[in-house]
Every structure is written in structure tokens, then in C-alpha cells.
């Protein structure tokens, strides 16, 4: 079946702009996790819905950055006022349930200039 | 506070040859754990995870991990390794909340001919 997608796969954005990043988990996945990856780091968590809620929204660097899962399937990482440090390749994972191994989308490159 | 260390940041081994990827963890309780692979401009793909049970865990690819309580290790092994497994590895670590994984910071291995 289908895997984790992420639209776009890469997105360029001048500092001060507002982004949006797409997720669509693999389908009947009830858990969606967002994570950031910068150069040569791991990924570190940004937030976690169960459903439409979210449940730990505990590692948003700030209130520039917010994200929704409207209907429980497909979420929108929202970043608003770019800076230079955003730029980083941010990660969405879905799984199961919570608790549960988690599958990862590819990712989107996000540079902004 | 929960972590994930991998202490070597490269690794290079022959092709042929034995690989073993070192990774610690630091929980309150045994996490969940796992070993990711990263191809350069590819998603995290999970090579194996451990629940609980029997230590020693067998993933895809021919890797496998094992579990050592005492040591708080979970480090990942290959015997013989093949050019298509240069890329970067990454161990991570689900907490009780179960709500995100903690990932170590990788290790980065080439593959000599």
C-alpha cells in the first residue's frame, strides 16, 4: 500500500514568508508525527497528533510554528515569519497508534534564503 | 531526560567485512527501540525494532541488533557488508509516553571497495 507522502519535496521561501507543509499518512494510521531534521543531526520531534488533536505539541521551537490535522488524516505544518535557521529537511511519520513503530514520509527540504 | 547517543559519528569498513554500529540509550525505563537507515536523499526506512522478549532482534537487509539490559546498549550488527549499505544510520528510542522518538545523532558509514 502506499506510504507516508509529503508535498513539496523541496520548497525555497525568502526570509519573513509564511510556508506550508503537507502530510498524508498511510491510510487507517490514527498517530502523525512531525519532526525536523537539520544538517547532520537526527531528526528531533516537533509535534504529535492522535487523530485530530494535538497531544504533544511540546517540541515547536516557537509560535511561529503550528500544525493541524483538521479531519484526522492529512496535516499542514504551518511556519510563519521564515528565518534562515528554519531551513532543514522536516519529517512526517504516521503509525498505527501511539506507542507503535513508526513509518516515515521523504521528507521536504525547506531552504529559506 | 530521556537520550540517545551514538558515539561514532563515521564509520568506514570494506566491503565484505563485519559492521557493528554502536548506539546507548538513557531512559527512565527500557524504551522501545530501533535502528533507521537513511539513503542520501531518501525517508528513514526502519531496519529492525525491539519491544520486548528475545535480545536479539532480527531485521531486514541482514542486520541485526542486540538488547543488553546491563550496558543500556542496543547496537547494530552486520556480517558482511555490501556497497548498498553506505548511508546513515540512526538509532531512536520511544519513551513510556510513546509519543516521540528520541533519536541519536547518527552514524555515517562508507563502504570501501
Known amino acids: 500500500g502506499a506510504g507516508v507522502s509529503q508535498t513539496p519535496s523541496n520548497k525555497v521561501t525568502e526570509k519573513g514568508k509564511y510556508v506550508e507543509l503537507r502530510c498524508d499518512p498511510i491510510s487507517g494510521h490514527t498517530a502523525l508525527y512531525w519532526y525536523r531534521q537539520s544538517l547532520g543531526q537526527g531528526p528531533e520531534f516537533l509535534i504529535y497528533f492522535q487523530g485530530t488533536g494535538a497531544a504533544d505539541d511540546s517540541g515547536l521551537p516557537n509560535d511561529r510554528f503550528f500544525a493541524v490535522r483538521p479531519e484526522g488524516s492529512v496535516s499542514t505544518l504551518k511556519i510563519q515569519r521564515t528565518e534562515r535557521g528554519d531551513s532543514a529537511v522536516y519529517l512526517c511519520?504516521?503509525?498505527?497508534?501511539?506507542?507503535?513503530?513508526?513509518?516515515f514520509g521523504p521528507g521536504t527540504r525547506l531552504t529559506v534564503l | 531526560a530521556q537520550s540517545v547517543t551514538q558515539p561514532d559519528i563515521h564509520i568506514t569498513v570494506s566491503e565484505g567485512a563485519s559492521l557493528e554500529l554502536r548506539c546507548n540509550y538513557s531512559y527512565g525505563a527500557t524504551p522501545y527501540l530501533f535502528w533507521y537507515v537513511q539513503s542520501p536523499g531518501q525517508g528513514l526506512q526502519l531496519l529492525l525494532k525491539?519491544?520486548?522478549?528475545?535480545?536479539l532482534v532480527q531485521g531486514i537487509k541482514g542486520f541485526e541488533a542486540e538488547f543488553k539490559r546491563s550496558q543500556s546498549s542496543f547496537n547494530l550488527r552486520k556480517p558482511s557488508v555490501h556497497w548498498s549499505d553506505a548511508a546513515e544510520y540512526f538509532c531512536a528510542g520511544l519513551g513510556a509516553a510513546g509519543n516521540k522518538l528520541t533519536f541519536g545523532g547518527g552514524t555515517r558509514v562508507l563502504v570501501k571497495p
Open positions: 511519520a504516521s503509525s498505527l497508534r501511539g506507542y507503535n513503530e513508526q513509518f
Open positions: 525491539y519491544f520486548s522478549g528475545d535480545t
